[in-house]
């Protein structure tokens, strides 16, 4: 049992990625850490968003993998989705993973608070809202990591039922026959793609110029050409202007700044996700929050509070990236040491989107490198030609590796990698090593790359930046 006023080393404020990355981490180094999470440690992440999400893409995956079996000689019936199972399945893979992350805490005598922690001067956090109410405690640290929850819209009031977002999206029990998803980013891809792959007729709705903002613009046109090749229909540049719900509250009718409108059962929001900033912080610390609900840090995560530091989804100007906010925290960790301190470089983090097909990136895309004034060589091979792909059935993608003309200009160093395929979410690996290590593509073109392989398709794409690849010119 912890007492009022008892002393840490770090107090962490939030026990997602970021703040249970940071404790895990502290606590291996032998320091005194305790979190203070409102609900369960593991986040957003664990039960509200990475991990359920990716577990619906894997029933939608084997779903299809069934639809298309005959392809390969094996005669089965049309597959049926029973969702009440694959909610079964996807709350025990959580639990699992909560129970895990739990008993790796505690073996590191992390102390854990329930209810939502406030921070005042001199490092008190203070809890309240949970079973931990009332309690305060000190840390010679603290380490702010509320995390984030969804954005929402004006015009589309959530009622769990008929709109929802991603976090009430995660509990249904049952594929509706008609989706309208508001949002084109990663998240919306993700939902957009299993759901027309579990039956349901989906249409995205996105106010950019395109869907997958941020992703290299020929990544994306291909997510764009597979969605409308598999019936999903994309509105972009396009706004919702209002939302007419049904009589009885099933379904209802989305309009939009186009003048059309979209029928559906289900509307799902997925327009982003804002810092979870309010009551964090008590009058008289030096923390700074900016205009949006961001906390303002250095590139070292320290607040303009000494002492204080922040990562993850709260923190302003990053991705909202799970493994971002594991990454920060280490960073914030060994400031506290003494130790030496590599600042995250956001510029060439790993991204990851599970849609069909995968989406996969580190590094800046074509269109960023030239506006930065690199004079680039780009190589483009598509996995149509991957024998590994083709035993696979799955054709569908390219990889694309961007590097900076050299003095005798042939291609140097590589800036950046973008992948959309089969599995392109386990093959940035090396691809992200490239960017990071600041490589050139002489250099990475020398590594083997097993035969039959999806990753020859990267390595292939190397090669030919050197000028004398084997089937890319």
Same mark, same amino acid.
């Given at each position: ?33 305790? #979190?203070?999470?409102? /609900? ?13 999400? @990716?577990?619906?893409? +894997? ?18 019936? *049309? ?29 590191? @005598? ?12 001199? %490092? ?34 959530? /009622? ?29 891809? *993700? ?70 409108? #979209? ?14 900033? +309010?009551?964090?912080?008590? &009058? ?19 607040? %303009?509070?000494?002492?204080? =530091?922040?990562?993850? /989804? ?8 799970? %493994? ?14 003494? *130790? ?10 790993? =991204? ?27 190589? @483009? ?18 990889? @694309? ?24 979410? +386990? ?9 990071? =290590?600041?490589?050139?593509?002489? &250099? ?30």
């Amino acid at each position: 049992m912890t007492t009022a006023g008892a002393q840490y080393d770090i107090v962490v404020i939030g026990g997602g990625p970021g703040g249970y990355a940071t404790a895990l981490y502290a606590a291996a180094a032998g320091l005194s850490v305790a #979190i203070v999470e409102r /609900d369960k440690v593991g986040g957003t992440c664990l039960h509200r968003g990475c991990v359920p999400a @990716k577990e619906f893409l +894997e029933t939608a995956s084997v779903h299809r993998t069934v639809r298309r079996s005959s392809e390969f000689g094996i005669r089965v019936g *049309e597959p049926t989705v029973d969702f009440t199972v694959s909610q079964a399945r996807k709350n025990a893979v959580v639990d699992r993973l909560f129970r895990g992350l739990s008993g790796l805490l505690a073996g590191r @005598k992390v102390t854990v608070l329930r209810g939502a922690g406030t921070l005042f001067p001199q %490092h008190r956090v203070r809890v309240s809202e949970g079973p931990d109410a009332g309690t305060e405690i000190v840390g010679r640290a603290v380490v702010l990591a509320a995390g984030s929850v969804p954005r929402t819209l004006p015009g589309l009031p959530v /009622d769990g039922r008929t709109v929802v977002t991603s976090d009430e999206f995660l509990d249904l029990d049952r594929i509706p026959e008609s989706v309208a998803v508001v949002g084109g980013g990663a998240i919306g891809c *993700e939902f957009a793609s299993l759901l027309s792959d579990l039956g349901a007729r989906v249409s995205v709705v996105e106010a950019l110029p395109a869907i997958l903002n941020g992703c290299d613009s020929e990544v994306a046109a291909v997510v764009h050409r597979s969605f409308r090749r598999r019936g999903i229909e994309i509105h972009v540049g396009t706004e919702v202007k209002g939302f007419v719900p049904r009589p009885g509250g099933t379904g209802g009718v989305l309009h939009l700044s186009e003048g059309g409108e #979209i029928d559906a059962d289900l509307v799902v929001i997925s327009v982003g996700r804002r810092p979870r900033s +309010e009551g964090l912080l008590a &009058e008289g610390t030096s923390v700074v929050i900016d205009e949006r609900g961001f906390v303002v840090t250095d590139r070292y995560q320290r607040t %303009h509070e000494p002492g204080v =530091w922040a990562v993850g /989804d709260l923190v302003a100007g990053t991705p909202q990236l799970a %493994h971002v906010g594991f990454a920060e925290a280490i960073v914030a960790v060994r400031c506290m040491l003494g *130790e030496q301190a590599v600042p995250v470089d956001y510029d060439r983090v790993p =991204w990851a989107i599970y849609c069909h097909p995968e989406v996969a990136f580190a590094g800046l895309t074509e269109e960023q490198a030239k506006a930065r004034g690199f004079d680039v060589v780009v190589k @483009k091979d598509p996995f149509g030609g991957n024998s590994r792909a083709q035993i696979l059935g799955d054709t569908e993608g390219l990889v @694309k590796v961007v590097a900076e003309r050299a003095a005798d200009g042939l291609s140097g160093r590589i800036l950046g990698v973008h992948m959309v395929g089969p599995w392109v979410t +386990e093959q940035l690996g090396a691809g992200y090593l490239a960017v990071n =290590w600041e490589a050139t593509a002489n &250099e990475v073109a020398q590594f083997i790359q097993p035969h039959p392989s999806l990753s020859e398709t990267f390595g292939e794409t190397v090669l030919a930046l050197t000028g004398r690849g084997l089937h890319l010119g």
